[in-house]
């Protein structure tokens, strides 16, 4: 057991909520603030991404044993379900028979959080605003606004939770020898919405994620628990195909029409929807060190903001829950060595999510569509149950296994390597699920 | 001519007031903040390294009649001095017979600039902190601290030459769609001296750069107007030679008896200037984009600091204003315009310029110390005397050429991989100037 330590996280976001309970837990006091209220108080604002939890969250919700609680809000999805510009629906299974992600309401998750984290008796300051925080002195700097005056909250230690636009960071970003990027990815997204049927049933299949994908830019939708559908349109800013070209009822419509000619039927408020829900914007942050001595660290989006692409954003974060309680175990009272564990050993595996994550918008976008990728992925999976223990596909090791990013990342590039010398055996159409296949990849595999 | 606008500068350094003088000259009102006190009534803080004025920094000073005034407080050099560990002293060229580069001391050169801009008419407002901006309406808040009451500055532009760790660039990173990012290099760099001898002569060459290269760290000196020489040791802040193995007296006596035995007569005051001079960092900071609408505009190290291995960073931004002071007679009134045409300008150059200096550390600590890359200068100077319009070595092309940095890497890169070929040549290191060679040359370049 530690030493127990006044500790404050910022932010109460899905990240913040659940490493106060881990903090709590452990036997320190928790204060978590945040400037917005409290969002079990507010109507949701539609400009959130649904969410996927996959192993990794599970992992870190199960060692604290509230899996089963968030398991009742949320949908499996084993599958994606392909909609090609003809009308044509395809489905690609993600893993094994038995293998789902699970989506989720960002927000009906939050407020499950927020309500567990009191529970446990972790104190809530919302409509708080932190401003500033003072990195050796673990100080917080709260107040109205930035030129008001501020209070100031002394801690022993300070999470900052605080998302990709971190104040915390923000602080740190000013010493000397801290590395820090944000890069914006020049394509937009705007939500759309797929209601249930009126007799309550969906009108696509819950238990698939689905993608409409059309090379630089896609439609994907996420089921809810009503039976509706949280949508999302990712599209270039500004160029042919993009948010910059939709500037009125007339164009919207064309757009779809073409584009998306299956989605008439199932998104009836396609034009007020469009133009009410704002075009948000998806940026990647990096940062190192992820900690100040033994005060401050970093969690979350706050050191690591990635793109949705590949739904691990909340996952990634609930990692790092993970390896900093095995830390705290393993360090005791030791916070200087816990926390320089922590960051050395979550960076390599952010920056690999971060490319994966980036990587997978091609993947969902255009590839989905691509025979010659279809064929790879059929190859990889008749392999892979052939020779579970030799092979397992990128997206299992990242969806599916703890195995570390960085190191799924690294094998799977060599997997791609394997993969695409196969595509290039004469055949290799008729050929896939052959003999002959089966021993080049064995072969390959041996160098 | 352009109508008159009321015009911040923020930033009294290099670029600030020579980009002063431009808009004062193009017949605005002109005034410049600077948060430190005058620079002419304050002893310098022997924290700077010399800087070096080469072709692109003439250039931006004879457009405005200054390049003679600043001649005269500059050293040519014309040479590298490489101090090898056993003694040995060579001599490099840097480009041909009269090209020089020329040293200055930036407290010295910085004064001047001050002076010449208040007799332009430009006015200063030194020790005034500007803290923020509003980049809608270009209005400067200005106080004495963070936290305390501010003054509103209204002005009709602004312009952030507030360096490296510029406020102006830090409100414009707080916008979306903005790219930022900064990079700290794991080298320090701390400043010695050699004093001149007692009678007044220099104790070695003052038109060569001197560079004791010892693989990942070295020490380079360059001449003052009164013989004595501003050096800088240039070494990784952690490891086995580094700063942090650098405790105390003994230490540092071993460490430079060891590597830089020929210093022992020449920096008399090691010991005292070692651990009196703080160690410093460098780092790199990239963004973009550099304006926003109208309003205002960041140059210099504000919108790209670079590392110093390349002596290019003043000249870099000198050069933003030559090009930021050609959109200003292309596009008259037309601001946005302006902004919008020096932006894309600058910005692929400027992240060039970044890379060659990253890379210009390798060359001086570690390739100028060995023989096959002696070997290849030595055939590009001997083939570019032959055919001076065929080849520029990569070096005159960024210091004494006008041509576009991204078009130098470019092309110094070709020409790199061609002498990467001429170098695999068998008895290359006797048949270098031979007809062999040069036709060989010859052919790859029509590749």
Redo the contacts between chains.
């Keep these: 057991m530690q030493t127990p330590h006044k500790i404050a996280v910022v932010g109460s976001g899905l990240v913040g909520t659940l490493l106060a309970i881990y903090l709590k837990r452990a036997g320190h006091t928790v204060d978590v603030y945040d400037r917005s209220p409290d969002i079990r108080t507010v109507e949701f604002s539609g400009r959130s991404i649904n969410l996927v939890m996959s192993n990794r969250g599970w992992k870190a919700l199960e060692d604290v044993g509230l899996a089963e609680e968030i398991r009742k809000i949320g949908i499996p999805v084993d599958k994606r379900g392909i909609h090609l510009q003809d009308g044509t629906l395809n489905y690609q299974a993600y893993g094994k028979e038995g293998e789902a992600i699970f989506s989720l309401s960002r927000g009906i998750l939050n407020r499950k959080m927020v309500d567990l984290a009191e529970k446990e008796g972790v104190n809530f300051f919302f409509e708080h605003k932190i401003w500033d925080v003072n990195l050796a002195t673990a100080t917080l700097f709260e107040g109205d606004s930035e030129?008001g005056n501020?209070t100031e909250l002394k801690y022993d230690k300070v999470f900052g939770a605080d998302g990709a636009?971190s104040r915390i960071r923000h602080r740190m970003?000013?010493q000397?020898?801290?590395?820090?990027?944000?890069?914006?990815m020049k394509i937009g997204y705007k939500e759309l919405y797929i209601p249930a049927n009126a007799d309550g049933s969906a009108k696509i299949d819950i238990n698939s994620l689905h993608i409409w994908p059309r090379g630089n830019f896609m439609l994907m939708g996420l089921a809810n628990l009503d039976n509706s559908f949280t949508c999302t349109l990712f599209m270039p800013?500004e160029g042919e195909n993009s948010f910059a070209k939709i500037k009125d009822e007339a164009s919207l419509v064309t757009f779809f029409d073409k584009y998306f000619p299956d989605t008439k039927e199932v998104i009836p408020d396609l034009v007020r929807d469009f133009f009410k829900n704002p075009t948000s914007?998806l940026?990647i942050m990096k940062c190192f060190p992820w900690t100040y001595e033994d005060k401050v660290a970093l969690i979350g989006d706050s050191s690591h903001a990635i793109v949705p692409f590949y739904g691990q954003g909340m996952n990634a974060g609930f990692e790092d829950i993970t390896i900093l309680s095995e830390m705290m175990q393993k360090y005791g009272d030791d916070w200087k060595t816990i926390f320089k564990e922590y960051e050395i050993s979550r960076k390599p595996n952010a920056d690999a999510i971060a490319e994966l994550s980036l990587r997978n918008f091609i993947e969902m976008s255009d590839l989905t569509a691509d025979a010659n990728f279809i064929l790879q992925k059929k190859i990889e999976k008749w392999f892979s149950d052939k020779h579970p223990e030799k092979w397992m596909p990128l997206y299992s090791r990242v969806t599916f296994s703890l195995q570390p990013y960085s190191e799924a990342l690294a094998i799977g590039d060599f997997q791609n390597e394997i993969m695409q010398e196969v595509l290039q055996m004469e055949n290799i159409e008729q050929l896939w699920d052959s003999k002959e296949v089966e021993n080049k990849i064995l072969e390959l595999l041996q160098d």
Tied chains: 1, 2.
Excluded: K, T
């Design positions: 030129q501020w636009f970003q000013r000397s020898m801290f590395d820090y990027s944000q890069e914006f800013i914007y940026a």
